[in-house]
């Protein structure tokens, strides 16, 4: 598959992904869940979907869980909902790149207060 195709699938999947899960995900346990990367395979069967979940680590494994409890269903509305040459096998992951990055910006942010008490 070219790899401009692939960006624009993948992006089709991360739109449409978050769409059914703001909307036709009813389960009271999952938490408030954002689809921030979709990575497809080469030949299309699967794909990995990083998401973001606002809370604790335990709501993050508790969301992850019901998202893989429903995986079949959230299949089956993509295959009806986009027109593809198959429907990926999709599998749920947490994407730790944005609580990394506010993890480090805490420490920064802790190293500069301290600076600055030493200085003083």
């Known amino acids: 598959m ?5 960006k624009k699938v993948e992006e089709l999947l991360r ?5 059914i899960l703001l909307r036709d995900l009813s389960d009271p346990r999952a938490g408030f869940v954002v689809v921030t990367g979709v ?3 080469g030949d299309q069967r699967s794909a990995k979907v990083q998401v973001m979940v606002r809370g604790s680590a335990e709501d993050t494994e508790r969301t992850l869980s019901v998202l893989d409890h429903a995986r079949g ?3 089956g509305l993509i295959g009806t909902r986009l027109s593809l040459r198959y429907t990926p096998v999709l599998s749920f992951e947490e994407d730790t790149d944005v609580r990394d ?3 480090l910006e805490g420490l920064i942010d802790r190293a ?3 600076d600055r ?3 003083s």
């Open 2 to 6: 070219h790899p401009r195709k692939k």
């Open 15 to 19: 739109r449409e992904l978050g769409v």
């Open 39 to 41: 990575k497809l395979s």
């Open 73 to 75: 269903h959230i299949q």
């Open 101 to 103: 990055a506010m993890r």
């Open 112 to 114: 500069r207060r301290d």
């Open 117 to 119: 008490e030493f200085k």
